[in-house]
């Protein structure tokens, strides 16, 4: 369905778009080396990567999809946010430091150090593949928005604000990166703060109390505390959480190349913190803002739209009939804000993988700096059109967060895997890690398709939760692996 914008609202849009655009050209003239395109030349403010970190884990994926999680049923997601915080500290303490020692841009050519080329070629690969997969999710989400408030198809939708993300992206490199994040992340944060303030004046407002209904349908509930993994129980978000908060801060280039941008190992260190000392309460906020929205349309007074058939859907609608004119622009560009800030990120760190770990490994060692720069712009071209491509695909998707997290399992499990092998240093042959990657990637094969199979197949039937299928298969690899440093001690 679609909902009327004022011209302010309209104006406040279209200004937040140029002003993106305006912020990449100015970047555009100080991007003139490959090592500036990629880290900013190593001068951020720890504060500054610290907030870019923290819009890549929020994106639009936080601001629709997890208020919608806990508008259908609770408040499990916490969980992965409330794992960081451990995990934080064993990366600041342990990981850090020997990423700094070696220099890394490319997190990925530590593989090839410790496991071999073909490590790094597999890790890097899924990598940019798991990057297509964020970015359709994101621009997805962002564009079911914005199309709810102009007549135009979503398809459209998608495709003008890709554009307009790849466009700054590939102008202003990390730099354009970094400080545009810095500015969509105040948008967002004030916005959902404005947002959690108006719910709290409606559903805990006497005599109606709506925030009962809540308590009522145990909407706090963090899941079932049963010990299972068929179903989304406590015990499921933590082992996803730890897997993939991990994953993100070890080994995916969409993280470790933020806080490669800073000068020092202690403001990397400090970056992480900043990051998830932000991120931890603002889950809280989408999660207490999709309960509410659930109290809100519990009552009497307020009543959903019946074209309203899930809970990613619910959020748009409230910004759409409850907020006033100019702040319903500014949520829809705080919305804009979050996924872009996400999306430029995916599309500057494929840009770097592909040009450091396949274009000057396999393909031109040396070359000259205008055409490295060439390179790494054309590159993020090409990784946002398939972004895109893919976010078209999203349109028929039931629950966005679903889907990005059976993305993030898939293409997850068996980078972290490697990951573990070669920071503890687990020596084994080259034919023993490719067999032990190939496991993996069965158990990733096997628990997103053989499910649901008929009378003959059930004993071949996957029933673990598909959002931990990622830890599964890691849990796989490294499982194979030390089997395989037995037989070699033996031998």
């Not at 104006?11 to 500036?36: C, D, N, P, Q, W």
């Not at 806990?70 to 408040?75: M, V």
């Not at 490295?372 to 999203?394: K, Q």
Request: one cysteine or more.
């Amino acid at each position: 369905m679609n909902y009327e914008l004022s011209s302010i609202d309209v104006v406040i849009i279209v200004a937040y778009g140029l002003v993106l655009l305006g912020m990449g050209v100015f970047f555009f003239r100080r991007a003139k080396t490959s090592e500036h395109f990629m880290v900013a030349g190593q001068s951020i403010p720890a504060w500054a990567a610290g907030i870019a970190v923290m819009s890549t884990y929020t994106s639009s994926i936080s601001y629709i999809a997890v208020p919608g999680k806990a508008f259908d049923d609770n408040w499990h997601p916490l969980i992965f946010a409330l794992t960081a915080i451990p995990v934080t500290w064993f990366v600041t303490k342990y990981i850090i430091p020997h990423y700094r020692k070696h220099k890394i841009i490319s997190v990925y050519s530590y593989l090839e150090e410790r496991v071999g080329a073909w490590g790094r070629i597999y890790a890097a690969f899924s990598f940019l593949l798991f990057m297509v997969g964020r970015v359709a999710v994101i621009l997805y989400l962002s564009s079911l928005l914005l199309s709810s408030f102009v007549n135009t198809d979503i398809s459209i939708v998608i495709i003008l604000v890709g554009s307009i993300t790849i466009l700054y992206t590939l102008m202003g490199g990390m730099e354009a990166v970094i400080w545009t994040d810095v500015m969509q992340s105040v948008i967002m944060i004030g916005g959902i703060f404005f947002v959690g303030y108006m719910l709290i004046e409606e559903v805990f407002a006497q005599p109606d109390y709506l925030i009962q209904n809540a308590f009522d349908n145990n909407k706090f509930s963090l899941g079932d505390s049963d010990f299972s993994f068929g179903n989304r129980t406590i015990w499921v978000m933590v082992i996803y959480g730890i897997t993939e908060n991990v994953r993100n801060l070890i080994a995916d280039q969409n993280y470790t190349q933020k806080y490669s941008s800073v000068a020092t190992e202690k403001e990397a260190k400090k970056s992480v913190w900043i990051a998830m000392l932000i991120y931890l309460p603002l889950t809280a906020i989408f999660l207490f803002i999709g309960t509410a929205l659930f109290s809100y349309y519990g009552g009497d007074a307020h009543v959903l739209n019946e074209s309203i058939t899930k809970g990613d859907q619910v959020f748009p609608f409230f910004i759409s009939t409850a907020l006033p004119v100019g702040i319903k622009g500014l949520m829809i560009a705080a919305i804009m804000a979050a996924s872009m800030s996400t999306v430029d990120s995916a599309l500057n760190s494929s840009a770097t993988v592909f040009y450091i770990d396949f274009y000057k490994k396999y393909i031109q060692s040396q070359t000259s700096k205008t055409n490295s720069l060439n390179i790494l712009r054309g590159s993020t071209i090409v990784w946002g059109i398939l972004g895109i491509c893919f976010a078209l695909f999203m349109i028929k998707a039931k629950s966005a967060l679903d889907v990005w997290w059976q993305i993030s399992g898939i293409f997850g499990g068996g980078i972290l895997g490697l990951f573990l092998l070669a920071i503890y240093n687990i020596k084994i042959t080259k034919i023993q890690g490719i067999l032990s990657v190939f496991f993996s990637i069965l158990i990733i094969i096997w628990g997103t398709f053989l499910r649901k199979l008929p009378e003959p197949f059930t004993w071949l039937e996957c029933t673990i939760d598909p959002i931990i299928i990622g830890a599964t298969s890691t849990a796989g690899l490294i499982g194979l692996a030390l089997t395989f440093v037995l037989i070699n001690k033996k031998k």
